[in-house]
């Protein structure tokens, strides 16, 4: 006889089930999976500001260059107009129509200069920002990672020892039995070993007739529901 064997298989069984589901639908799995999305959102971003830095820092470059050039043209009319030589009114005028311009084109350069560095310091901000907010996903990232496998280790125990469990088990099931009871776990939504209950099946919840009854009540052999097929069990009350 080893329907209480049957019984305690299925709820091995299930137990088994269960953490492989819990294993599967892991609210932290999904954290993990969304975590990394946005992270690599933010290395799109932060390789998009790289490049803004990269090419603002060689335009101001090009300015400062151009910038170092009207400056130097600027002392050169100066010298003319103040150094000692001899120059014509009309030449010196000249130079002093030209020496106003590139100091225009100076001060002009300089303001730009100043506004692109302006946006340079911005944009430098946002990718420390950036790098910020990268470092505390990677963060959260490895922490979850750190508790998925240490519970995956569990769940890997806990199965381990079902495994044995049922092993345990199977070795006092005779084989023809242990078939059926397989069969009917696949075919009945796991639930291939019911409680009879006031004379009813718990599976199918169809009242069974009284022999039937007696021949569960009495475990001398493996009774089925004559309605859904399924192995009958009845567990005697304290006494
Ligand atoms: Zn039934």
Redesign the pocket.
Known sequence: MSREELYQLQKLDARKEKLKRSAQNDLETQEVLKLTKQLDQLKVELETKEEEIMQLNKEIKEKEFENARVTRKEEEYKNKLYGETNYSPKELEDFQIKLTKTEEVREQLEEEILEMMMILEQKEEELGSLEEKMSSKTDKIEELKEKLMNKEESIEMKLNKIKENKLELKSRIEEDLLEKYNKLYAKKNARAV?KLEDNY?T??R?TLPRNLIKKVKQSIEIAF??????ILYWEKEEE
Do not use: D, H, T
């Open positions: 019911v099946c599976g199918c169809m529901c004559e309605n859904c097929g399924r």
